[in-house]
């Protein structure tokens, strides 16, 4: 059987019609396979959602209980048959709950990974190399540019800066699914034991992933807090919260935001960043590169980024590749803007 008679991106996402299912639809459908919680990929008004629970806990958090006609939770490594073929979830690494699809049939797998890491993370499964004939990569930080080191060391400058400026504030701006619970685990695993503040739309994932057994420590809401007894403290925020008048309730706040595009000092710059930390939820080029060898596959189809030079790379190595062209998908920041209106914080 030919992969594209098996998975083929169409304007509602990529789409299995001998399973009859979209993965990550953009636009409802009747039966959507969701690989995680992050607005992009998972949206509310399908029929029936295949998902990790952690991923349709979060869209029951984000959406509200109605969010899917009806909802089906598979578990890391179990198979389930849809149609002609046969699936199963695999860890993706990126956030809580977050994982890959192989889709096979007949003797044909293809793995859509979704988005992935496969940096260590304590907030969530370990990334799985699954041995594929067809790879679907995402390509965020597809150019050799992106190199994302080591994020304990990122954190440890964040900690540097607090020791430094015991009498200003610390705001970190991190997306609100993944990134806050990440930046707060890795605060923790260096020793930082001091409550740690919370912007409004931080609350709810954050005890969500708590209440799954993720140890994050003393957290506080920031809400009410007088200005001065946040001196020498860390809030976190979502990104778009850090740039406006909400930081004025902070004394002397040193802006910093957890970010793979903080390897890039104009995007520093034009935020108005002091202190870019490079922590990223997507693999970086080595990341992408390494994973895609280790899958052994003989296709790659590369999708949401900067899919040219990875393309390119596959072909260089002489992998079948090309671009899948997907629309809707991005990096989830344009999305946070909308959580952060809507939470009172
Ligand atoms: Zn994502
Ligand atoms: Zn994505």
């Not at 393309?311 to 190595?317: D, F, I, L, P, T």
């Amino acid at each position: 059987m030919r992969p594209q008679d098996i998975l083929m991106p169409v304007p509602a996402g990529l789409c299995c019609k001998p399973g009859g299912f979209h993965i990550d639809p953009v636009r409802p459908v009747e039966r959507a396979v969701i690989t995680h919680g992050h607005s992009d990929h998972a949206r509310p008004g399908h029929g029936a959602v295949l998902a990790t629970q952690e991923t349709l806990d979060m869209m029951r958090l984000r959406y509200g209980e109605n969010f899917a006609h009806s909802t089906q939770a598979i578990s890391y490594g179990e198979e389930i048959r849809l149609g002609d073929v046969k699936i199963k979830f695999h860890p993706a690494g990126h956030v809580l709950g977050s994982a890959q699809v192989a889709v096979s049939c007949k003797d044909t797998c293809i793995v859509a990974s979704g988005d992935y890491k496969d940096a260590s993370d304590p907030t969530c499964a370990p990334f799985e190399v699954v041995p594929c004939d067809v790879f679907i990569s995402e390509a965020t930080f597809g150019l050799p540019v992106f190199r994302h080191g080591n994020a304990a060391d990122e954190v440890k400058k964040l900690l540097a800066s607090v020791a430094l400026f015991p009498e200003r504030a610390h705001l970190v701006g991190a997306y609100s699914l993944g990134k806050a619970q990440r930046v707060i685990a890795l605060l923790r695993a260096q020793g930082y034991d001091a409550p740690i503040y919370l912007h409004g739309a931080m609350e709810k994932i954050t005890h969500y992933y708590e209440s799954r057994g993720i140890a994050l420590g003393e957290l506080r809401p920031v809400k009410g807090v007088k200005k001065a007894d946040l001196a020498g403290t860390i809030t976190l925020a979502p990104p778009s919260a850090t740039s406006d008048v909400w930081t004025r309730r902070f004394p002397d706040p040193v802006t910093a935001f957890a970010s793979g595009w903080m390897r890039v000092r104009a995007r520093a710059r034009q935020r108005g960043i002091e202190l870019p930390l490079v922590i990223s939820d997507h693999a970086d080029w080595d990341g992408l590169t390494a994973t895609i060898a280790a899958t052994g596959a003989g296709e790659v189809w590369v999708t949401h980024g900067q899919e040219d030079a990875l393309v390119h790379w596959c072909k260089s190595r002489g992998l079948a590749a090309r671009p899948l062209d997907l629309v809707g998908y991005g990096d989830e920041e344009e999305h946070e803007v909308a959580a952060a209106d809507e939470a009172e914080a």
